[in-house]
């Protein structure tokens, strides 16, 4: 079976007297953008854990019925996007297991670089999985554990796992959040009222519950929330701070902060930066492919005061599960989410702002619908550097062979796509615009630094030409 890379948002609260799974369906909803595959929320009542998973929108799994059957006072939620077609029911999280410890569900976003030497292991002493998930390596690596609490044996595994990870660990009567030595993947923490903690992917989801944002959790650390309140402890050193700068640039929705930068005003500092680099003069408008390229488009506006407009529309009811994965209907995808808007296009010379380009395929078909729409000029800006290395810390950006940055250089690009011209923001420009030390933040899909070393047999399922040496 192949690996799953995955992209998700996880969401726990630990709180007595409150409909904590009406309270996780929320923060849920509000992560929804980390992961649209599936989703699903346990719940326990001191004694049982309840859960209820399935494929879809949390809007399409969850009913009323569900959430009513899902009583007690901690709940741990996880959505999910993943990359490959075995995109199937049981790697579904959270995950549950009975062990020596009682029951526990965990829910992972992240990757983790030794999943699979670990499950051979495992599976070599006579421990048998049941999905391709690296969260069920998590739950085994817990369930063998001979430490007698909880706390110890996910320190235990802490010491075994590498790679990248925001985890939350449901027992019957606690709630633990971990984060990675380096911190690859946000989390953070919340307080719902004066006794009642939340912890969520990312802070927009506590806005939505209502939840106080208390700070991030710290790299390498333990957050242990019970119903009498919450123990902060170093699990395993940190290793510095390493988190995704993807985030900022696509992943996070621009309502949340991470290292108390609005993520919102980031990425319109982007677009000062982006249009200080590649000003585009004599342009008529500025306009984003919408929602990821709004900001970017908004600053870029401001900073070379080429008017803002909006060039497409875009169709909010369509999600990507919808979208076969064959060209043509690729092509149609395109179409269903984007329609171009004839009248603000017509004759003019525009600037055309998105937040990245991958693997390169969708930007061609939007500037072939902008130009059959009538524009004269189709000058591309994108806000952030060439997407050139694979990430293996939880990013779905297939191969080295598919990122087109690692193939083409930025005139070849400009010539696929069918651009009249084309500017990337550089990695410094990048950097100044989020306002955080380039050391405190992983850019290995950008510069191939990878801050947590690859093991050569992941290495090898993703670059196709050379492999980067340097690490951070
Ligand atoms: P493409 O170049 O065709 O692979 O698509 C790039 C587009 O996908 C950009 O507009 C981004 O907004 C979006 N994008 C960037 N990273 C990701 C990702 N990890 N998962 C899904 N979409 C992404």
Redesign the pocket.
């Known amino acids: 079976m192949p690996e799953i890379q995955e ?1 998700c948002g996880v969401f726990g609260v630990c709180g007595s007297g409150e409909d904590v799974a009406r309270i996780a369906f929320f923060g849920l909803f509000s992560l929804q953008h980390r992961g649209q595959e599936s989703a699903g929320i346990a719940v326990s009542d001191g004694e049982k854990i309840r859960m209820h998973r399935d494929m879809g929108l949390v809007t399409q799994v969850f009913q009323e019925e569900h959430l009513q059957k899902l009583r007690g006072h901690i709940a741990v939620a996880h959505t999910r ?1 993943s990359t490959t077609g075995a995109s199937i029911l049981r790697n579904v999280q959270p995950m549950l297991c009975d062990c020596e410890l009682g029951p526990i569900a965990v829910a992972h976003n992240g990757d983790l670089i030794n999943a699979a030497q670990i499950r051979s292991e495992m599976r070599n002493s006579g421990i048998e999985f049941e999905t391709t998930s690296d969260s069920e390596v998590i739950l085994k690596l817990l369930a063998a554990s001979c430490e007698c609490n909880i706390e110890d044996a996910i320190t235990d595994v802490m010491t075994k796992i590498k790679g990248a990870y925001a985890v939350l660990i449901m027992t019957q009567n606690k709630l633990i959040g971990i984060r990675d030595p380096f911190g690859i993947r946000p989390l953070c923490i919340g307080r719902l009222n004066s006794s009642h903690y939340v912890l969520a992917s990312e802070t927009c989801a506590l806005n939505t519950v209502g939840a106080h944002f208390i700070r991030e959790v710290e790299p390498g650390e333990m957050i242990i929330l019970t119903p009498e309140g919450m123990e902060e402890r170093q699990a395993i050193p940190t290793q510095g701070h390493a988190l995704c700068i ?1 985030e900022y ?3 996070a929705r621009p309502d949340s902060r991470m290292y108390g930068k609005s993520v919102h005003e980031t990425r319109r500092r982007m677009g000062h930066e982006l249009a200080r680099e590649h000003p585009a003069p004599g342009a008529h408008m500025v306009f984003p ?1 919408p929602n ?2 709004t900001p970017a488009a908004i600053g870029f506006a401001e900073a070379s005061r080429i008017p803002y407009g909006e060039g497409v529309i875009k169709n909010h009811y369509i999600h ?1 599960t919808f979208i076969q994965p064959d060209q043509r209907m690729r092509d149609l995808g395109v179409r269903m989410k984007l329609s171009p808007l004839k009248e603000a296009l017509s004759g003019r010379r525009v600037v055309m702002i ?11 078909q939007q500037i072939k619908m902008i130009r059959e729409a009538g524009a004269a000029e189709v000058h591309v800006r994108i806000s952030s550097p060439p ?1 050139k290395h694979p ?1 293996f810390y939880g ?4 191969n080295q062979n ?1 990122l ?1 940055a690692a193939k083409l250089s930025v005139e070849e690009i400009r010539q696929y796509i069918g651009a009249d011209s084309l500017g990337y923001l550089s990695l410094n420009g990048l950097v100044r615009a989020i306002g955080v030390k380039k050391d405190k933040l992983c850019c290995a899909c950008l510069d191939g630094k990878y801050p947590v070393e690859v093991p050569k047999q992941a290495k090898l399922s993703k670059f196709v030409f050379e492999e980067p040496a340097s690490v951070k």
């Open positions: 992209e996007y993807f640039v696509y992943f492919i990821t390229g990507r998105d937040d990245s380009i991958v693997r390169g395929t969708t930007i061609g997407y990430c990013i779905d950006t297939a598919e087109i």
